[in-house]
């Protein structure tokens, strides 16, 4: 199953080393992962997209990266109602004369044009992985010359649909 | 900044100048040297080179004892034995380069056994960081899965807070090893005091869980006064945190049994009538039938590693399993956990201990496991022929000692036979590579617990190949006058590879025995120190008990019995339930 883990971190040198040198270590699959700073100065967010096997897997990941000295916070936010957002770039085969209709495809993805050549069109996406894998494989006929995705970063929704446990208990 | 320094050279400066100067230009080696004071570090196990010179230079001028071993993985294991028996963190510093990779194995080892080490390494200037400079190597990179944490200086500012956080680190929560890599320039710098405060620990995201959870500990009050058949495993945990005596108090107040694992040997008298014996591989039939058909399973301090459990899907298949560890990831990693409860042993124990509870009546269990260790006791072959059973050396050990030494082992049958042959009458007396499995590690470790412990009789116990991966550390024994007792059990071959050779492999010993070795009584001689062989067991009670009497540091190079073999066994892939060997015939 896959699971979306967001790790606050101290912005030291190599902490991205040691947290994804104890992925590897443990034998965790990273699916995606994406880093940059936050709100906090000197405080970086790693989101992760990781398949594990079961429930235990997941528990002993969050533990052993809680354990990092340089780990402030670990959250598995999959169960919780998230936003989710990957930017890709998609460089196209988009001759003159198909280029209508390939805008017709990219315009309901939202999809914006960033760079132009003769017989390329370059396209940036932005949405949920689900919405990047549709749109390119509606894409892949015309010809993909180069694709690049950044990885997944999420967010907790402010307003929480399901009622989370805590919740529950006030209730 | 640097400027400065010649200015000063050129115009001699009135006292109270120098003074002055002296406080406000303190380099990095110097504020180095004083941090090691602060944390109250009486001794430092390492080797100098290039790189570490600055800090050599102020370790001179301003000394902390410093112990030159001869070869920096003798450093490090100095520095666990240290650490091991006397609880203070071992200081250990080498150079960059492979000063610093010949410190990989000990490291390691400190990170499985939980000990608590600060290491010191010299690196090449940051100006050539990364540029595969001369001894350059990348040691924050190469040691980060092995420590609990590690540094690389950038900033001499930095250099206060970070050797307080790693002393803080390396003997808090989990104990383990910290790296503090330090380039020379960074040493040579000039410490600007007007800058900056007194150093703070800065770790927001390090606060060890001490304090048991009460509702927790209502839980596991509750499980074990229903159990019918309770048993606490108990390993180094409980050491670590000091609580042999609070665990006694606890099973004496309600009669539960007790087993250990091969690291918390010691935490309870090895002759009590509640202790059962070491549990796991080449634990006793007795522990090892106490966990399979225990009905609530009470493990303090143990990380249920594999050579413990055998086969994780028969291990305690009848008990509900109530966990204390301080780190909360050991916590059902290995096995199914009914009542977690993340705490350091002692206030766990404490917690427990407050709560007074009634317990089932145990009379039936106790009667099972007593007929147990009467069927099935230790057992091994003697046929008389004169020569030396290595478990009958063990035991003479152990009756001249009188179970009070501090003993050291190596790795290999010997250090199974004197786990079970040697009941610790007290905690902290027993030092072992248990995780990592480290040969070579006994004789050096076996030097740093005599520096904890210099009134105490300190005994090495190795075998013949293991003793001879670190050997050179015996020019120790003779520049520090340390009577260390080293008794090598020696079989002429690499005995527990061999062992398995004969049980799983056909007898085929590929590369397991040894047919040329020094002459270690001639060997223990050129260095100046007492040597005995013995090889009639007759000729055996003589020679132990004067090396054992003696002020001055021993080898015996003792000659056992070449062919036997460490039972009980459970092989790999079995249950605890499963064990061979049990008896003799
Ligand atoms: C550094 C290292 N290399 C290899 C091993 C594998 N090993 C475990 S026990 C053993 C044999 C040890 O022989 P010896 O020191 O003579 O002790 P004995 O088993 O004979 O008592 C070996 C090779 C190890 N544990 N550590
Ligand atoms: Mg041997």
Redesign the pocket.
């Known amino acids: 199953m896959k699971r979306v883990i967001t790790v606050t971190v101290i912005n030291q040198s190599g902490v991205l080393n040691r947290v994804t040198g104890l992925l590897m270590k443990r034998q965790f699959n990273i699916e995606s992962i994406t880093v940059g700073h936050t709100e906090q100065q000197g405080v970086s967010k790693m989101t992760f997209i990781v398949n594990v096997e079961d429930e235990a897997k997941i528990e002993q990941l969050v533990k052993q990266l809680s354990k990092q000295i340089d780990v402030i916070k670990v959250n598995d936010i999959t169960d919780k109602s998230i936003v989710m957002r990957e930017l890709a770039l998609i460089k196209v085969v988009a001759p003159p004369n198909l280029r209508a209709e390939i805008n017709s495809i990219v315009d309901p993805f939202r999809g914006s044009i960033i760079d132009m050549g003769k017989n390329v069109v370059t396209y940036q996406i932005v949405g949920n992985p689900e919405k990047i894998d549709a749109f390119i494989e509606l894409i892949r006929p015309y010809g993909i010359k180069e694709l690049t995705r950044t990885g997944v970063t999420a967010f907790v929704r402010d307003a929480q649909l399901k009622p989370s446990p805590q919740l529950s208990i006030l209730q | 900044m640097n400027a400065q320094v010649p200015l000063k050279k050129q115009q001699p400066a009135t006292d109270q100048e120098v003074d002055h100067e002296c406080k406000a230009s303190k380099t990095g080696a110097e504020i180095f040297v004083e941090s090691l004071q602060n944390q109250g570090v009486e001794i430092i196990f390492g080797y100098p080179g290039g790189a570490v010179l600055p800090l050599y230079d102020a370790l001179y001028r301003n000394p902390v004892k410093h112990i030159l071993a001869r070869h920096e993985q003798g450093a490090i294991h100095a520095a666990e034995g240290y650490a091991r028996v006397s609880g203070k963190t071992g200081v250990v510093i080498a150079t960059s380069g492979p000063g610093a990779t010949n410190l990989v ?1 000990g490291i390691t080892d400190a990170m499985m056994d939980s000990l608590p080490l600060v290491v010191f390494t010299g690196q090449v200037a940051t100006t050539v960081v990364g540029t595969d400079a001369f001894q350059e190597a990348d040691i924050v990179g190469i040691t980060q899965p092995i420590t609990k944490h590690n540094y690389q200086v950038k900033n001499v500012q930095d250099l206060p807070r970070i050797i307080k956080e790693a002393f803080h680190i390396a003997s808090t929560g989990r104990k383990g090893p910290v790296v503090v890599d330090i380039p020379k320039n960074i040493a040579n710098a000039i410490f600007d005091s007007n800058a900056v405060e007194e150093a703070t620990i800065n770790l927001p995201g390090y606060q060890p869980t001490l304090h048991p959870n009460y509702l927790q500990i209502k839980k596991a009050v509750s499980l074990l006064s229903e159990a019918k058949q309770p048993l606490l495993l108990v390993g180094a945990g409980v050491l670590a945190a000091d609580a042999s005596k609070e665990l006694t108090e606890f099973v004496e107040k309600y009669n539960f049994p007790v087993v250990n694992t091969l690291l918390g040997l010691g935490s309870i008298d090895g002759n009590h009538e509640l202790f059962l014996g070491m549990a796991g591989m080449h634990g006793t039939f007795t522990a090892n039938m106490a966990i399979n058909n225990c009905d609530v399973l009470l493990n303090i301090g143990s990380r249920f590693d594999d050579r413990l459990t055998g086969n994780l899907k028969k291990f305690a298949p009848n008990a509900k399993v109530i966990h204390i560890d301080i780190d909360p990831a050991e916590i059902g990693k290995n096995v199914p956990t009914e009542i977690p409860i993340v705490a350091d042993a002692k206030e766990a124990l404490l917690a427990l201990l407050e709560q007074t509870f009634e317990v089932q009546d145990l009379t039936l269990w106790h009667e099972y496991l007593h007929e147990c260790q009467e069927e099935y006791p230790l057992w091994y072959d003697d046929d008389g022929d004169g020569t030396i059973y ?1 478990q009958y050396a063990v035991e003479t050990i152990h009756r001249l000692t009188n179970g009070e030494a501090t003993i050291v082992t ?6 199974m036979w004197t786990a079970q042959y040697y009941p610790f009458k007290k905690d902290h007396h027993w030092v072992t590579s248990g995780g990592l ?4 590690f006994g004789f050096p470790a076996a030097i740093g617990a005599q520096f904890a412990h210099p009134d105490e009789k300190v005994i090495a116990i ?6 001879q ?1 670190t050997m050179q550390e015996l020019a120790l024994l003779k520049e520090f006058k340390l009577p260390v007792k080293i008794f090598i ?3 002429s ?7 398995w050779q004969e049980t799983f492999y056909e007898e085929r010993y590929s590369s ?1 025995l ?1 047919p040329v070795q020094p002459d270690f009584v001639k060997l223990a001689d050129s260095y100046g120190i007492k040597g005995y062989k013995v090889e009639k067991v007759d000729d055996m009670e003589a020679v132990f008990k004067e090396a054992i009497e003696s002020d001055e540091p021993v080898l015996v190079d003792c000659r056992v019995k070449e062919l036997t073999l460490v039972n009980p066994m459970v092989a790999p892939g079995k249950g605890l339930s499963e064990m061979i060997g049990v008896k003799k015939g």
């Open positions: 194995t290595p190596d790795v290999g049958q010997h250090q499995g480290t040969m070579g190795v075998g013949d190949a293991g003793f991966m059990l020696n079989n071959c690499l005995g527990m590879v061999r062992q397991s040894v």
